[in-house]
């Protein structure tokens, strides 16, 4: 099946840029959806459709999806920030959801 | 703006069954546009996705996990349950309900805090 790989973490310091990649066989064919997942809370979708903002997630947060690697990418990074964020596309081969393994960011 | 709230076993034993619901509010769970999805996250590990049920009754399940897994939906209490048999260690996670958007990009728009599940004797 279909495989997602991210950088296990990544860290930046607050204020700085932060991109987080998802890897994947010619995924710039398929939509990359983006998710942020705090320690007790529910997963939040930040994006969709590759580079869509839900209504109430900041502009600071934006995507992109080309090739082989989708990529998150966090701007003016706040401490709130801080999470586990997961890429997830959809196999159309086995009809499922995929997700990466996960990113932590940690804001220095 | 939909939400969604998990319910059920907290403690488990090796070789039982794991029942767990989700109820649905603020939006309709017969909708043609969304499923109703069960994603799980082992301590220290990423997110893993279980299965979906279309509003149908139409259902879709992991493969890892597809001969012990099984989703219902109950569209009178606007709710629908996961069971997992003969659950292991291997079973114990947070588990959540989510809101799969279907059609195009496919993704889960909305999603339930998670309850945690521990197998153990």
């Known amino acids: 099946s279909f495989v997602l790989t991210q950088p296990p973490s990544v860290s930046v310091a607050p204020g700085k840029t932060a991109r987080i990649t998802c890897a994947g066989n010619?995924?710039?064919?398929?939509?990359a959806h983006w998710y942020q997942k705090k320690p007790g809370q529910a997963p939040l979708l930040v994006i969709y459709?590759?580079?869509e903002r839900p209504s109430g997630i900041p502009e600071r947060f934006s995507g992109s999806n080309s090739g082989n690697t989708a990529a998150l990418t966090i701007s003016g990074v706040e401490a709130g920030d801080e999470a586990d964020y997961f890429c997830?596309?959809?196999?159309?081969?086995?009809?499922?959801?995929?997700f990466g393994e996960g990113t932590k960011l940690t804001v220095l | 703006q939909v939400q969604l709230q998990e319910s059920g076993s907290g403690l488990v034993m090796p070789s039982q069954s794991l029942s767990l619901s989700c109820a649905v509010s603020?939006?309709?769970?017969?909708?043609?546009?969304?499923?109703w999805s069960w994603v799980r996250q082992p301590p220290g590990k990423g997110l893993e996705w279980i299965g979906y049920?279309?509003?149908?009754?139409?259902?879709y399940y992991s493969p890892s996990l597809k001969s012990r897994a099984s989703i219902s939906i109950d569209k009178s209490k606007s709710q629908f349950s996961l069971t997992l048999t003969s659950v292991t260690a291997a079973d114990t996670a947070i588990y959540h309900c989510?809101?799969?958007?279907?059609?195009?990009?496919?993704?889960?728009?909305?999603w339930g805090q998670g309850t945690r599940v521990a197998v153990s004797s």
């Open positions: 989510a809101r799969l958007t279907i059609f195009g990009g496919w993704y889960f728009d909305s």
């Open positions: 010619n995924i710039g064919s398929k939509s």
């Open positions: 997830q596309v959809w196999d159309t081969g086995s009809d499922h959801p995929v």
């Open positions: 603020g939006g309709p769970i017969s909708s043609d546009t969304h499923a």
């Open positions: 459709y590759d580079s």
């Open positions: 049920m279309y509003h149908s009754g139409t259902a």
